[in-house]
């Protein structure tokens, strides 16, 4: 598949998978690292602030504390409230005194509103210039009774809609705790918390810091654009703390406003509220996107470095390739003097160098080559004017012929006839293969040549089957047979012997057994003398080796002979190549 691109592709490929790649993946986990070590670091910082503003609210509200503790100890109001509201008329200067008494010893600057109640929740004292309606009492009243035995805390908003916190305690007997007599409250600026505590408290842009009671009211904000009095306007935000409050942890992140914070949270359980800080990871993120563009610019240095190496190792290896291509362009157009001009020791020019070589093997190649076809030429030539002598030949022996006929010798007739057709066979015809039926009719004339010189001391019988005659087999694999049961076959008593040629199908094969009943011989003896009695060069085992050649080495000819008895050679050559030839020849 990579084949389909080229090497300069390739090379450029692989260098930005080793190189970039690596630094891409480094870089990322890197990134990855240092951002969750700059978020562990700001959530422990943050949290650390958190705890010391949650000590300066603590420390500022202490004040508030003892003037409502310095109110619900006071013997004044412990002999008097519970009596009520009826009985105030006639104390009235003596609980002037009483409460002077008590503010001259403290009195914060950020009081607003100190207002008691009688345990059916009469007024029996107040002093502020805001008004608060029944209302918020009511809600003040029932979050004291809510958080008991601790102060409560709730956000009231006056009727001049002056934003207050107001801080209850419930009032108790000194002489049986057990017995509430009436509430305590004094009702703090709302500027008192986000205006000098939260405000001045700076944990990075976008960052908000807040205090929310139990069912997730704001009472105060650092920012003003976070309304007080009611729920934060993403509920989430308290479900999330809550969560993670069970779970013990006090600083996670979270989605709150449909973007991502680092939330760390501070739970006051004896006043029920939350101190919270959120932080953006747009912020967390900033000194991470410095280090995003540093790295950036480095892997772009490194893609440029990258490049650069590529060009040069792309000179260094493709631009010889290049050459070699150049180079077997021209080879292909004939121009064979060329060469590669290459010296170097790397690897392009030891194979520049082979090419060369290989060119100059086939430049002195093809230049042998037309030496050769100039001497083919005369070859040819020559061989034109051989045939002369065996057209000569044949003219002579035909003339003999007819004059054999016309003296009336018949034998020598038949003779020279047989003589001749079984010559133009073998000299004239050079197609190495012929059918049976061509075989058997030379084979037939080799015998009646044979005839005039052992006169008449064998007979010659046939059994072929027909279906067969058209089979092709190698030309000149009879006759050394035929030759062998003459002279293997006669005695030398005279005796006739007979001689049967047999061609038949046998399964897969074609069986062809020359046999005679002559006197036989010893065939682990006459291998050797076999060499002496040749037909036109053409032996026994010359005979073997062809069959061999042609179909395989399980193919060949086969003699069993037995002395006193006769000699059989089978040839034996496969069917189905006879079919394929067929079939070749039909096409």
Same mark, same amino acid.
């Given at each position: 598949?990579?084949?389909?691109?080229?090497?300069?592709?390739?090379?450029?490929?692989?260098?930005?998978?080793?190189?970039?790649?690596?630094?891409?993946?480094?870089?990322?986990?890197?990134?990855?690292?240092?951002?969750?070590?700059?978020?562990?670091?700001?959530?422990?910082?943050?949290?650390?602030?958190?705890?010391?503003?949650?000590?300066?609210?603590?420390?500022?509200?202490?004040?508030?504390?003892?003037?409502?503790?310095?109110?619900?100890?006071?013997?004044?109001?412990?002999?008097?409230?519970?009596?009520?509201?009826?009985?105030?008329?006639?104390?009235?200067?003596?609980?002037?005194?009483?409460?002077?008494?008590?503010?001259?010893?403290?009195?914060?600057?950020?009081?607003?509103?100190?207002?008691?109640?009688?345990?059916?929740?009469?007024?029996?004292?107040?002093?502020?210039?805001?008004?608060?309606?029944?209302?918020?009492?009511?809600?003040?009243?029932?979050?004291?009774?809510?958080?008991?035995?601790?102060?409560?805390?709730?956000?009231?908003?006056?009727?001049?809609?002056?934003?207050?916190?107001?801080?209850?305690?419930?009032?108790?007997?000194?002489?049986?705790?057990?017995?509430?007599?009436?509430?305590?409250?004094?009702?703090?600026?709302?500027?008192?918390?986000?205006?000098?505590?939260?405000?001045?408290?700076?944990?990075?842009?976008?960052?908000?810091?807040?205090?929310?009671?139990?069912?997730?009211?704001?009472?105060?904000?650092?920012?003003?654009?976070?309304?007080?009095?009611?729920?934060?306007?993403?509920?989430?935000?308290?479900?999330?703390?809550?969560?993670?409050?069970?779970?013990?942890?006090?600083?996670?992140?979270?989605?709150?406003?449909?973007?991502?914070?680092?939330?760390?949270?501070?739970?006051?359980?004896?006043?029920?509220?939350?101190?919270?800080?959120?932080?953006?990871?747009?912020?967390?993120?900033?000194?991470?996107?410095?280090?995003?563009?540093?790295?950036?610019?480095?892997?772009?240095?490194?893609?440029?470095?990258?490049?650069?190496?590529?060009?040069?190792?792309?000179?260094?290896?493709?631009?010889?390739?290049?050459?070699?291509?150049?180079?077997?362009?021209?080879?292909?157009?004939?121009?064979?003097?060329?060469?590669?001009?290459?010296?170097?020791?790397?690897?392009?020019?030891?194979?520049?160098?082979?090419?060369?070589?290989?060119?100059?093997?086939?430049?002195?190649?093809?230049?042998?080559?037309? #030496?050769? *076809?100039?001497?083919?030429?005369? %070859?040819? $030539? /020559?061989?034109?004017?051989?045939?002369?002598?065996? @057209?000569? +030949?044949?003219?002579?022996?035909?003339?003999?012929?007819?004059?054999?006929?016309?003296?009336?010798?018949?034998?020598?007739?038949?003779?020279?006839?047989?003589?001749?057709?079984?010559?133009?066979?073998?000299?004239?015809?050079?197609?190495?293969?012929?059918?049976?039926?061509?075989?058997?009719?030379?084979?037939?004339?080799?015998?009646?040549?044979?005839?005039?010189?052992?006169?008449?001391?064998?007979?010659?019988?046939?059994?072929?089957?027909?279906? #067969?005659? *058209?089979?092709?087999?190698?030309? %000149?694999? $009879? /006759?050394?047979?035929?030759?062998?049961?003459?002279? @293997?076959? +006669?005695?030398?008593?005279?005796?006739?012997?007979?001689?049967?040629?047999?061609?038949?199908?046998?399964?897969?094969?074609?069986?062809?057994?020359?046999?005679?009943?002559?006197?036989?011989?010893?065939?682990?003896?006459?291998?050797?003398?076999?060499?002496?009695?040749?037909?036109?060069?053409?032996?026994?085992?010359?005979?073997?080796?062809?069959?061999?050649?042609?179909?395989?080495?399980?193919?060949?000819?086969?003699?069993?002979?037995?002395?006193?008895?006769?000699?059989?050679?089978?040839?034996?050559?496969?069917?189905?190549?006879?079919?394929?030839?067929?079939?070749?020849?039909?096409?």
């Amino acid at each position: 598949m990579l084949r389909k691109f080229k090497i300069q592709h390739r090379l450029i490929g692989t260098f930005l998978i080793v190189s970039v790649l690596p630094l891409f993946f480094l870089g990322y986990y890197a990134y990855h690292l240092y951002s969750e070590s700059i978020s562990d670091k700001l959530s422990k910082s943050t949290f650390q602030a958190l705890t010391l503003v949650n000590i300066n609210l603590l420390a500022e509200l202490q004040n508030y504390q003892y003037l409502i503790g310095s109110i619900s100890t006071n013997e004044f109001v412990q002999e008097n409230l519970p009596n009520g509201n009826a009985e105030q008329k006639d104390h009235e200067n003596a609980k002037e005194a009483a409460m002077d008494a008590i503010f001259r010893t403290i009195f914060p600057s950020h009081a607003v509103n100190v207002s008691i109640f009688d345990k059916n929740h009469n007024l029996f004292y107040e002093l502020g210039f805001e008004t608060i309606n029944n209302q918020a009492l009511d809600k003040a009243m029932r979050d004291v009774d809510a958080n008991a035995p601790y102060d409560g805390l709730t956000y009231v908003k006056t009727i001049r809609s002056y934003d207050t916190i107001a801080l209850g305690r419930k009032i108790h007997a000194v002489n049986d705790s057990s017995i509430p007599i009436g509430y305590a409250f004094v009702f703090i600026s709302g500027d008192l918390f986000s205006d000098k505590i939260l405000a001045n408290v700076d944990l990075g842009t976008g960052s908000k810091l807040m205090i929310m009671g139990r069912d997730g009211t704001v009472l105060s904000a650092n920012d003003k654009k976070i309304p007080v009095g009611t729920p934060y306007i993403d509920p989430e935000l308290i479900n999330q703390i809550k969560q993670h409050q069970g779970q013990g942890s006090q600083s996670f992140s979270g989605q709150v406003n449909n973007a991502g914070q680092q939330i760390s949270y501070i739970y006051n359980e004896q006043i029920g509220w939350y101190l919270i800080s959120m932080m953006p990871f747009s912020y967390i993120n900033s000194e991470t996107s410095k280090i995003t563009i540093s790295m950036t610019v480095i892997i772009v240095l490194i893609v440029i470095c990258c490049i650069v190496i590529i060009s040069v190792m792309n000179n260094s290896i493709v631009r010889p390739i290049k050459k070699i291509i150049t180079f077997s362009n021209q080879i292909s157009n004939g121009k064979l003097s060329n060469r590669i001009q290459d010296e170097n020791e790397d690897e392009m020019g030891v194979l520049s160098r082979k090419i060369n070589s290989m060119v100059g093997e086939i430049e002195h190649l093809m230049h042998n080559q037309k #030496l050769d *076809q100039k001497r083919k030429r005369e %070859l040819e $030539l /020559q061989m034109l004017q051989s045939q002369i002598n065996p @057209h000569f +030949l044949f003219n002579t022996l035909n003339t003999l012929r007819w004059l054999s006929i016309i003296n009336q010798v018949p034998v020598l007739s038949n003779g020279i006839s047989s003589l001749s057709e079984l010559l133009r066979s073998t000299i004239l015809d050079r197609n190495e293969e012929i059918t049976i039926e061509q075989e058997l009719h030379n084979l037939s004339n080799y015998f009646e040549i044979q005839k005039i010189r052992y006169a008449d001391s064998f007979q010659v019988e046939y059994a072929i089957d027909d279906e #067969l005659r *058209q089979c092709l087999i190698p030309k %000149l694999i $009879l /006759q050394p047979v035929a030759e062998n049961a003459i002279i @293997h076959g +006669l005695s030398e008593h005279g005796r006739s012997i007979k001689i049967t040629i047999k061609v038949q199908q046998r399964d897969q094969f074609i069986d062809i057994e020359i046999t005679d009943n002559g006197k036989g011989f010893d065939t682990t003896t006459s291998k050797s003398s076999d060499n002496n009695k040749k037909l036109s060069g053409i032996g026994i085992t010359n005979v073997d080796e062809r069959i061999k050649l042609y179909y395989g080495e399980e193919y060949g000819l086969f003699i069993t002979s037995v002395i006193g008895e006769g000699t059989c050679c089978k040839i034996i050559i496969p069917y189905e190549s006879q079919l394929n030839k067929e079939a070749n020849l039909n096409v």
